[in-house]
């Protein structure tokens, strides 16, 4: 079948609905599932994206005519997701396109957990048999039965946590109409916290902002809101959960480096001198926190795919990125939104601390430019360029291109979709000398 190759991404499958992807592709993609991964059982869930239904049915139709069996865990949020399928210990695809916008729809694959489908691992194999529609006669017609987790999947989360520890915190959570508004209101009734909720049902039209609270616009009225509200804090989350986001009571949105340090360094409380695994765009104040609390810093590149086979090679505890992302060891190594929220207020609760007192040994010592994009020709001579521009630093190539000097470095790396490059800078100096040096490279980037 003639389909288009540019949906078949690094980490998962996604394009805009139904012009890219559509029913026809979808059944063919679930065709092609259990042929390649030869499944007997897939766990299958969708997000709120009114294509959702449409794909949903064609995937599964195409799972069942090869012979599998589908485990319908329904309408859910992506850890929610992650759950069952470590749950069953089979293979999943969950329908959803993230953080897109709401007329693109996709595939989240899951191998067997932490073990997801990625671009040299499965997704281009996928690709080829679509296109060759040259699929084994099955043995059998598969079956359909439905399971509904959420109230295991909660408990679970609990479970994570010192409940009696939290203390009367007040809390406003924006899900902006996606997947995560029911199952943070059945967790945080469990939980003596005043929960204010914004935008908690489920809605593919999207009513009221985009799913990406990385964007400004998208985390505005959370931002006015804690302050005005006296909330202790604001947590966001994506369109089908995987990522959090946090904003401080003093309506300041937090780094997602930041984020990672200050919980790296209450995980290694718990968990004495374990690994902790960080991505090559972050702060030093992740290292450097890591370290003061005696555990040891992993860098990695950046993406789940990598981030989570790091962590189970190695048995790490905890990892985070600087989009994010955060992973646990005792969630199968995978990553969730609602079980660093839960870890935010509990270190609130035992610390008695305003998270932007928790914040501000950081904000005096580490000035972070923010990542910053730059539409380029040809990113690999742009970097070869850098490279050059600073080679008496100290360079590393783990993910793009690195520099080190004593008292500021920066990340330049490709983005994996578009003709962009990706800065992230930082000083230890000041805030003025950050802008410096964050100018100086962005003139070699867009010169």
């Known amino acids: 079948m003639q389909v288009n190759p540019g949906i078949f991404k690094a980490y998962d499958i996604r394009g805009i609905y139904p012009t890219e992807l559509n029913e026809a592709v979808a059944y063919l ?24 239904p449409a794909l949903f049915e064609a995937v599964t139709r195409g799972i069942t005519d090869q012979g599998a069996d589908v485990i319908n865990i329904g309408m859910v949020s992506t850890d929610q997701y992650y759950y069952a399928c470590a749950k069953f210990g089979k293979p999943g695809m969950m329908v959803t396109a993230s953080h897109n916008p709401k007329q693109y729809n996709g595939f989240k694959m899951v191998r067997r957990m932490p073990y997801l489908l990625s671009g040299d691992q499965g997704i281009q194999d996928l690709r080829r048999l679509v296109e060759r529609e040259d699929f084994p006669a099955p043995p059998r017609k598969g079956t359909i039965r439905e399971v509904d987790l959420l109230d295991e999947f909660v408990q679970s989360l609990l479970g994570l946590i010192d409940v009696n520890a939290i203390k009367p915190l007040k809390v406003i959570a924006d899900t902006g109409n996606g997947m995560v508004g029911p199952a943070l209101a059945r967790l945080y009734s469990r939980l003596p916290v005043q929960l204010t909720p914004m935008y908690f049902e489920p809605d593919g039209t999207l009513p009221n902002h985009g ?10 009225e959370l931002q006015a809101r804690v302050p005005q509200e006296g909330a202790d804090v604001g947590f966001a989350f994506d369109g089908d959960g995987d990522r959090f986001f946090v904003i401080d009571d003093r309506g300041q949105f937090v780094p997602g480096d930041f984020m990672t340090a200050l919980l ?27 370290r003061a609390a005696g555990g040891t810093p992993l860098v990695e590149r950046v993406g789940h795919a990598f981030i989570k086979t790091r962590m189970a090679n190695e048995n790490v505890v905890f990892a985070g990125e600087v989009s994010g992302h955060y992973y ?17 207020l509990e270190l609130l609760s035992t610390s008695g601390r305003k998270l932007s007192e928790l914040l501000a040994p950081l904000e005096n010592k580490y000035f972070v430019s923010g990542e910053i994009n730059s539409t380029v020709a040809d990113a690999q001579a742009k970097l070869r360029e850098l490279e050059q521009r600073y080679h008496d630093g100290r360079i590393e190539k783990i993910d793009g291109l690195s520099v080190s000097y ?18 992230n800078l930082e000083s230890i100096r000041s805030r003025e000398h950050m802008e410096q040096k964050r100018d100086e490279v962005l003139a070699v980037i867009r010169g």
Not at 339 to 344: A, E, F, Q, Y
């Open 29 to 52: 993609i679930g065709r092609a599932f259990v042929t390649f991964l030869e499944a007997d059982t897939v766990i299958v869930g969708r997000d709120m994206r009114t294509s959702g």
């Open 264 to 290: 790296a360094q209450y995980i290694l409380r718990k968990h004495p001198g374990e690994k902790i695994v960080y991505d090559v765009r972050a702060s030093w104040a992740v290292p450097d926190l890591v």
């Open 211 to 220: 799913l990406d609270p990385l964007q400004p616009e998208n985390r505005a």
């Open 406 to 423: 004593d008292d500021w470095h920066f990340n330049v790396r490709a983005s994996n979709t578009e003709p962009l490059l990706r800065l």
């Open 328 to 344: 646990f060891r005792a969630f199968n190594f995978a990553d969730s939104g609602m079980i660093p929220s839960l870890l935010v």
